[in-house]
């Protein structure tokens, strides 16, 4: 139980702080439950996506339920991935793109490429309200599950003292593997309609195309290439799934 509440305190900013104290030790294994806290950020976006588009366009609604999940996350994952455009876009070694992401000041490739992500994500407006709520459910575990393997397959690229949050993930267990599986792959079983099933291989996609360019020019991965390669899957996801659904429409 410690692992799993230090995995909803380090991904979240609600206050499970307060309920007891974690050692330091079980943030080390929070990775495996990162799909579990897509159960809570994507519940909590869909449920307010939801809410909202009862009484306003669904535009306006997902602009919502964005700013939600932003400020539940406290923008962890948006911060990795303004550090991964910059250092992977300014640097041309591997000592220089570790030192553009440790650094907190955003650069032009950080800008332009949140601004790009964030009007690709607003497209999604154009589903239906109910679509749209189950694929942001499924769409947060499911991604998380594909994200989280990149500690399984690559070492961390820093010492652990030079680590922005001072902590080195373990490599998953068999039985936190399964764990992630099954908290990751529940939800688009359950919900996701079967003709959309085909969109959960674009995250695969870019998790293999991420993972070599982590491997190519890093030897390893940061907690920002985490970050960014969740929200990356959780794009490619909403993106093929818009395709998807256009294209049976039009059928």
Not at 81 to 88: I, K, N, P, R, T
Not at 142 to 162: F, G, H, M, T, V
Request: proline share 4%.
């Amino acid at each position: 139980m410690n692992n799993i509440l230090a995995a909803f305190i380090f991904f979240t900013r609600l206050p499970f702080w307060k309920i007891k104290k974690v050692p330091a030790e079980s943030f080390k294994h929070v990775v495996p439950y990162w799909p579990l806290t897509g159960w809570l950020t994507g519940g909590i976006m869909a449920g307010v996506l939801w809410l909202a588009g009862q009484v306003m366009p669904v535009s306006l609604a997902w602009i919502i339920a964005i700013i939600t999940r932003l400020l539940i996350t406290g923008c962890l994952h948006e911060d990795g991935l303004a550090d991964f455009f910059d250092g992977f876009g300014g640097g041309t070694t591997r000592e220089k793109i570790l030192s553009i992401m440790k650094d907190s000041h955003i650069g032009s490739y950080g800008v332009i490429g949140l601004i790009l992500y964030f009007l690709l994500l607003f497209q999604l407006n154009s589903l239906p309200l109910n679509f749209l709520c189950i694929l942001v459910f499924s769409g947060d575990c499911w991604s998380k599950l594909c994200a989280s393997q990149i500690i399984n397959y690559l070492p961390y690229a820093r010492k652990e003292e030079d680590s922005k949050a001072k902590i080195v993930y373990n490599r998953m267990s068999c039985a936190e593997l399964l764990t992630a599986i099954v908290c990751g792959v529940i939800p688009f079983v359950w919900l996701l309609p079967l003709k959309v099933w085909p969109a959960t291989l674009f995250p695969l996609l870019i998790f293999i195309l991420l993972y070599r360019s982590m491997k190519h020019r890093l030897q390893g991965y940061t907690g920002d290439c985490c970050g960014a390669a969740f929200l990356l899957c959780e794009l490619s996801f909403y993106i093929g799934s818009l395709c998807l659904y256009i294209f049976t429409k039009t059928q």
